[in-house]
């Protein structure tokens, strides 16, 4: 556990390293940027062996920063941060194989993307709210370098509405973390201490930061009706950045709501409850009718990861330790599910046929053209259904067990999202991999295939898609090896104030 902080330090200087070697061949800049993200995934998978999953906060490092403002540099971790580092690693990875394309300025684009890497790393081990807040920053603002000078369709607007959205709502954490302290009973950024001098405040004022704190992370982690910047933002990106936004980035707001804004404010908490919970629900169902009539396939997937993403806020909206359990199990599941497809859509399909629109692809014969990427993105579909067998599974039935305990009726619509997300899942696996039917159709695709073949699916887009198969089945099958680390870390002192309504 001791060496999860070199997952940081690992990730800022491969940013370095990239950026020097591109500067002699796109080759050097590659190999920095896999060796980087293979270590420091590494640690973490290191990490997780010896873990011995408990209800203590294990400090990492704890040295005062500035201490003036009582901020201390303190890292820590438990099951529930240590479920996420391994997610960030092996998004990170995966990632990096499905940029193995990038020609144009790649050592400037591994740079940023480490970057980004490294400041993710940082969120999930932070144990002081103000650290927190920078490595949350430092996070946020290589993605928009990454989407307006790699990305595709509407970049440079893209990147703007995902660096907008971002600011207002780190600017609505960053004043209900400052009003926290100002009481002056918080003697620190400590989150024990923040929680401290939280109990000193009205139970007015609670509510109102409560808001500030929980809307702000909330944001990024696509919350109705602050959603909109997601889709926009997952079409531009280029499939590395489309991977690691679906994957990592999106789980930084939950994280934050559940690591920040939950146990500080209980009493807010209880208050805000049903709204969390409506909303959410209300993002679930919203994103996943949206999806059922895209013509887009990337915006299919977009707002797919929307919708699931509202499965993941309505299990910390439940606020149960099932539901919350589930929670965390879904961000691991949606960040690989939904990294692996948009790796396929992005990569295999689009650099391939350089079209999205689903009604020029249902013209290609995508399952002979592309058979390796078809069978992927059909496995990869079945997972994100939640069928038996893969991590979606496991995740939303805990999830809805939860739910259904706080609320039978959320319970029941929660379970409609489900067969929602079935329904745009098939449609789209119909009409862009096996659009054609009929004997004469058949014959047609058979030629096309034949006479206009497409560039094969290369080995790293291989290796990237393994990985994020056998994760998936492996949590499918053995969903204990994550939620033997995540309930109990739901026990320590400060997480478990979520479960008793307010009351410390």
Request: glycine share 10%; charged share 10%; proline share 5%.
């Amino acid at each position: 556990m001791n060496l999860l902080p070199c997952t940081i330090y690992l990730s800022f200087a491969g940013a370095v390293l990239a950026l020097v070697a591109g500067m002699k061949s796109s080759a050097a800049a590659r190999a920095v940027a896999l060796l980087t993200a293979v270590s420091s995934w590494g640690i973490a998978l290191y990490a997780a062996f010896g873990f011995t999953p408990s209800s203590e906060f294990l400090t990492l490092v704890n040295v005062p920063w500035i201490p003036q403002f009582g901020i201390n540099y303190h890292l820590a971790s438990d099951g529930i941060s240590l479920t996420l580092l391994v997610l960030t690693g092996l998004a990170a990875t995966c990632g990096v194989l499905f940029s193995w394309n990038i020609e144009e300025r790649t050592g400037e684009f591994f740079a940023f993307y480490l970057a980004l890497i490294g400041g993710v790393y940082g969120v999930f081990l932070s144990a002081d709210a103000f650290v927190f807040f920078v490595f949350y920053e430092i996070a946020i603002v290589p993605k928009y370098f990454l989407i307006a000078n790699w990305g595709s369709t509407n970049r440079q607007y893209g990147a703007m509405k995902l660096a907008l959205y971002s600011f207002a709502g780190s600017a609505l954490v960053l004043a209900g973390l400052l009003w926290i302290y100002s009481t002056g009973y918080a003697s620190s950024f400590g989150l024990d201490q923040l929680a401290q001098g939280a109990a000193t405040l009205s139970q007015g004022a609670q509510i109102t930061v409560f808001a500030l704190l929980f809307t702000g992370f909330a944001v990024l982690a696509g919350m109705f009706p602050f959603h909109t910047w997601a889709p926009t933002g997952h079409v531009a990106a280029p499939t590395g950045a489309s991977m690691l936004l679906a994957g990592v980035v999106m789980k930084l707001g939950a994280y934050g709501c559940l690591r920040v804004a939950m146990p500080l404010l209980p009493a807010g908490l209880d208050f805000w409850q049903p709204v969390i919970a409506g909303l959410a629900i209300t993002g679930i169902l919203y994103a996943g009718l949206v999806a059922l009539v895209q013509d887009d396939f990337k915006f299919v997937i977009g707002y797919s990861s929307v919708s699931h993403m509202g499965f993941v806020l309505l299990g910390l909206a439940a606020a149960n330790p099932s539901a919350v359990a589930g929670a965390v199990l879904q961000m691991f599941s949606h960040g690989v599910i939904a990294g692996l497809l948009f790796a396929v859509v992005g990569r295999m399909v689009y650099e391939r046929t350089h079209t999205r629109q689903l009604d020029e692809l249902k013209k290609l014969p995508l399952h002979r053209l592309l058979p390796f990427a078809a069978v992927v993105f059909v496995i990869a579909g079945l997972a994100s259904m939640g069928m038996p067998g893969f991590s979606g599974f496991p995740a939303e039935l805990t999830i809805l067990i939860g739910v259904w305990n706080y609320s039978a009726i959320l319970g029941v619509l929660a379970a409609l999202g489900v067969f929602i997300a079935a329904a745009f899942t098939l449609r789209v696996i119909q009409v862009s991999f096996f659009g054609q039917s009929g004997s004469r159709a058949v014959a047609q695709s058979s030629d096309a295939a034949h006479n206009h073949p497409l560039p094969p699916i290369t080995w790293p887009e291989k290796t990237g898609a393994f990985l994020l198969l056998a994760a998936t089945l492996l949590i499918g099958l053995k969903p204990d090896l994550l939620l033997d680390w995540i309930v109990p870390s739901l026990q320590s002192p400060l997480m478990k104030v979520i479960f008793h309504g307010g009351a410390r």
